[in-house]
């Protein structure tokens, strides 16, 4: 199946600053989407971006589908950005969302 | 307000019982998914349902039930069979199976003592 790998695997930050989180998936994708899962461990949706660049506030994502990866900016963090970010993916011929292992972010204040 | 609710938010069980987590959506969202997440790990798929009366395994069914009698609910029951059940679960639902965006419930953390 599917494998999708996810770099840094850990991240401290401090407050302000910017960073950069990559996605790396081993096939094509029909599907991908970028969460970010808080402290009490409820998933929220960042970005659903098969393909192209998008925006939202603090937060832009990029994903090349022919080079088989996508990134997630955040800029000027806070420490409510702490928490794991995790890419999920569907393979073109499949039918399940495949997670990565997740960046765990520390924003420093 | 339209989302996904899971209860309990917590769960105790002892040993050698059976438990059901409850899932029910509002979004009219004909998929629905149960995936399981480890300390530290990404999630991993239980089962998954495209539509009403048909559900599928995923990765790690073994151990596990569901039953999707209606639209809007989808729970899954934790059996005796599941040698190592205490962990966060999270029930996830979209318009179609694996199309477009897939959005979660709050989770259960269930503790087996």
């Known amino acids: 199946g599917i494998q999708v790998e996810q770099s840094p695997p850990d991240l401290i930050l401090q407050e302000g600053a910017n960073s950069t989180l990559r996605c790396n998936f081993s096939d094509s994708v029909n599907n991908l989407q970028w969460f970010h899962q808080n402290p009490w461990g409820q998933l929220i949706n960042l970005f659903y971006?098969?393909?192209g660049t998008k925006q939202n506030g603090r937060l832009s994502a990029t994903t090349v589908a022919t080079e088989r990866y996508s990134l997630l900016y955040i800029s000027s963090s806070q420490t409510t950005d702490s928490g794991v970010y995790f890419c999920?993916?569907?393979?073109?011929?499949?039918?399940?969302?495949?997670f990565g292992a997740g960046t765990i972010l520390r924003v420093k204040s | 307000d339209g989302g996904i609710t899971q209860s309990p938010k917590y769960l105790f069980r002892k040993e050698g019982q059976n438990v059901t987590l409850s899932c029910e959506q509002n979004?009219?969202?004909?998929?629905m998914y149960w995936y399981r997440q480890d300390p530290g790990q990404g999630l991993r798929l239980i089962y998954y349902s495209q539509i009403v009366n048909d559900f599928q395994k995923g990765d790690i069914a073994e151990g596990y039930s569901v039953s999707r009698e209606k639209k809007e609910s989808f729970p899954l029951t934790v059996t005796s069979a599941q040698k190592n059940p205490t962990a966060f679960y999270l029930c996830a639902s979209s318009i179609v199976l694996a199309g477009q965006e897939t959005f979660f419930g709050q989770g259960t953390r269930l503790t087996v003592v």
């Open positions: 999920a993916v569907v393979s073109e011929y499949g039918n399940k969302l495949v």
């Open positions: 979004l009219n969202h004909d998929a």
């Open positions: 971006i098969p393909s």
